[in-house]
């Protein structure tokens, strides 16, 4: 099977504040990391490629930086990676994301699936993967959890995806596109060789030239959504601790829960 | 590069310096930077003072000619209509009203004809109702090629959908055949008055920063909502309006996957979306077993059970029960943490519930910090109190 | 402390402690709790490519050198020193077969061991031997094309988990020292049995047992070397493995101290955190200076090993006293500082105390080592008084 990974580089969303005086972000001491979802998507393509050959291959699109995140893969175990940078990139929304990502696929060649994580931690969408299967024409599974059986002969595959109320079993005809949960697997841990091989790997760069992309259709020209503010979510900052006993403290809790009529009981 | 800083103008004043989200301006030999984490936001170009920043933003045709009206997804599973559906239908209403047009709803399923009326009494002036076998499961095909082709038909300006698993999943595939922006997941909607655009207000960032986001050009402005973020509008006995039936077999839309089944969590309410009231158990429990005590207090307050990454970790929960970054987004009316630290990582997936209660015996845990109402003590002191006083004032 | 580390040393450092902190970490305590060995953790050290790390390249190591072991076993010590006594002892199990096996018994061997795909482990100690290994009991005795073997083993770390042992018997009573010689013995060989499980005070996340030889017969080409170089083999595997056994005090001792000084920055007292207080600074003032000590005087002397050094007995001695005595002092005060807290099993640093006791005592007491260096210390300086 070759399989095709879609990751993105983004920054450790728990380091990321908001400064309320300048309404700037907080940068300094932020590291960047591979989208953790996308980790999970990546340990899929591997544990499909144990069981059934091929290879794996992962892209990103970003800035020149982004190179980092795919060196990290290859330390994995992936086999192949491309970076999709240009400044025209800068600035897409959603579906130039989509479009872009599309574009650098069909470059590349043929894949029998392309897995993503589910969303990006950055932006939580959740839009580029089903977009970008639109995009290549392909069908798609979101929130896959578990693999179930894949038969390469009918060109089929069957999966368990997560939903509000329980799961889905649904079945795809391949190629498709699924985006994975945490929950699908564990990840395993890069290998020494790995890593002495992401060192060294040659990481090619397409330009929005080498993708012959519409000009108009990539980066912020051709995002659909434009950001109009930025600004921190108020503060909930209340940080009330009830004082005395428990029993106190839960009779307190009682009344003012009751109070803000989110509980239903009759305290005395 | 679209980002123009225009050296004669400039005055190195800093102001966009201090502007900018990103860090991503410097000055360099008295003239003002962008450096490659730019995502060209604008932020800069509204504070600069002398106008030498301007941003080549997506111009083209102003689309909104002929594409009027509002649209919600109703979304329908397994027999009922979803939460989200009638607090879609509560904001579109409002927006609609704004704009002086019509709210339809679309509903999709099969023998779901009579769920038109409770549609209609919730604010609904037109329902398109598209109802066949084929839509008795969710597929994204199906779903979503046949959204695609109403919306193509009937050209709304807005289309709202909840931000829930099937809405998550399908609409970015219609706003990728339509070719329009889609705004993911939004807390808050309005209008802007000067240019009718829909302001969709988000979070990002894992919650840590909000963005307000507008889609200009494209037609319909598309977005999912969250669920329980906007409030069901007044049951209006009676009311009515029209109801459009789609022939769903004539659209010859082909679905690439096939539903096998559809397995409920039976066991317990893992439909953490839409609980009013969560229960959610952490480390602090110690052991498995100890969740019953949590699915005590969930009966009686009709409530859903959550769990923090290290209860899931542990292996004391489903991975379905998990609240936080890498599990769900929750916003219940009351949540309830009992022995959860609260990093980061949870706090993004609880944070706008309404009232949190945190019950932890360490007082420096960060839960506090989040929560309305902390106690500081044993969880296995506290909960079994709180089952005993509910019990007896209801009795 | 800068110590000039290469790209790829540190490249080995970081992969060790990611997979000591992704994998072993979460189940520590719980391993320590139930007495349990994971053999999925140490598929996960095999996938990571650090089980074969002093295994040779053609054999599908990585051909490091004890400098690069040392540094991941520091790493896995750092979070579990259970665990890492398993991955240490996979070496120590290995290495009669790397330095003195024959071509075709590495090819047979060290491929697996690599993968993880067998677990090895090295059986000297007896009841009637242990800091005095002339007390073997355990006999073999050439058959045709066979041994037979006969005796039991025990306090072997990895018994029953491992498929290789390395096992030390009598092959000629009257050579003295010289008439041992050390086999391979595969699980499954016939007449070769498992004891019991020791229940252990410490580093109960390895595994401990007893190994028992009834007539065990394997074939005459499991012989490691020749007949009489046992004791030979068995001396120059321990050299070479002490500096892996300090390197466990210095990992233990330094993941101790990071927790006490975690808490000691946290826990309020008298109004302020209990760091601000003299009295806990000056401990962990010690503790660090120690550990860097210890630290510093291991990566030294395995480098001088790696260079090719002859004869490490005293260095490689001091390498394992050194920091075998200060993990137990680190780690008794590293539950002082976290008081009633580091008492209870909820925080590590009382089974990182329970683990650090054994330290002192296995692969040769602090005892036994003291005297290697006296006597060396003894030859050393009287071969130079009859020069001058």
Known sequence: MDILVCIKQVPDTKDIKLDPETNTLKREGVESIVNPFDMYAVETALMLKDEWGGTVRAVTMGPPQAEQALREVVSYGVDEVALFSDRAFAGADTWATAYTLAKGIRKLGDFDLIICGKQAVDGDTAQVGPGLAQQLDLPFITFVRRIVKIELDSRTMVVERLMDDGYDVVETSLPALLTVVKEINELRVPSLKGKMKAKKIDIPIYSAADLEVDPDSVGLTGSYTQVIEVFAPKPRGNRIILEGETEEQVEKLLNGLTKDKVLSVKID | MCLFIDPDLCTACEACVESCPFGAITLVDDLAQADETCNLCGACEDVCPVQAITIEKKTGAPAADGYEGVWIFAEHRQGKLAQVAFELLGEGRRLADQLGVALGAVLFGHDVKEEADQLFAYGADTVYLADDPALAGFTDDMYGVLLAKMINEHQPEIVLCGATSIGRSFIPKVATILGTGLTADCTGLGIRSSDRLLLQTRPAFGGNIMATIVCPAGRPQMATVRTRVFRRGPYQEGRKGELVEIDVARKNIVSRTRLLEVVTDLSEKVNLAEADVLVAGGRGLGEEKNFDLLRELADLLNAGVGASRGAVDAGWISYAHQVGQTGKTVSPKLYIACGISGAVQHQVGMQSSDVIVAINKDPNAPIFDVANYGLVGDLFDIVPLMIKRIKTARS | ?388
């Not at chain 3, 001088?304 to 008794?332: E, R």
């Not at chain 3, 036994?368 to 300086?381: S, T």
């Open chain 3, 1 to 388: 402390m800068d110590y000039f580390l290469t790209e790829e040393q540190k490249m080995i450092q970081d992969l060790a402690r990611q997979v000591a902190e992704e994998k072993v970490l979460p189940l520590r305590a719980e391993l320590d709790e139930n007495e349990e060995f994971s053999r999925e953790i140490i598929k996960h050290f095999a996938d990571a490519d650090l089980l074969g790390l002093g295994i040779p390249e053609e054999y599908g190591g990585m051909g490091m050198g004890v400098f690069e072991q040392i540094l991941a076993t520091e790493q896995v010590a750092r979070v579990c020193c259970g665990t890492a006594v398993t991955f240490g002892s996979g070496g120590l199990g290995a290495m009669p077969i790397i330095y003195y096996g024959s071509k075709e018994q590495k090819q047979k061997y060290l491929p697996d061991v690599a993968s993880g795909k067998k677990l090895t482990a090295f059986a000297l100690t007896e009841s009637t031997a242990g800091s005095d290994a002339s007390g073997i009991q355990t006999t073999a005795v050439r058959d045709g094309d066979e041994y037979v073997l006969n005796g039991t083993k025990q306090w072997i770390t990895n018994a029953a988990e491992a498929e290789i042992y390395c096992v030390v018997a009598i092959t000629d009573r009257s050579k003295g020292p010289r008439g041992s010689s050390i086999f391979v013995v595969e699980k499954g060989d016939s007449g070769f049995e498992f004891g019991k499980k020791e229940k252990k005070m410490g580093i109960r996340t390895s595994t401990t047992g007893e190994l028992i030889f009834n007539d065990c017969r394997i074939p005459a080409d499991r012989l490691i070397s020749r007949e009489g170089m046992g004791f030979i083999i068995a001396m120059k595997a321990l050299d070479l493995s002490r500096p892996g056994v300090g390197i466990l005090g210095v990992g233990l001792s330094q993941g101790a101290m990071e927790v006490a000084i975690e808490f000691a920055q946290t826990r309020i007292q008298f109004g302020r955190p209990i760091i601000a207080q003299q009295a806990v600074q000056h401990i962990l003032a010690d503790m660090a200076t120690n550990i860097e000590a210890g630290r510093a005087l291991i990566y030294a002397i395995t480098k001088y090993i790696d260079s090719g050094a002859k004869n490490i007995s005293k260095v490689s001695a001091m390498a394992k006293l050194f920091p075998t005595d200060m993990a137990m002092q680190i780690t008794t005060n590293a539950v002082q500082i976290l008081g009633g807290h580091g008492y209870m099993r909820e925080y590590p640093v009382e089974k990182m105390m329970r683990d650090s006791k054994i330290l002192q005592i296995f692969e040769g007491t602090n005892q036994i080592q003291r005297n290697v260096i006296g006597q060396e210390l003894n030859k050393q300086f009287s071969s130079r008084k009859n020069k001058g």
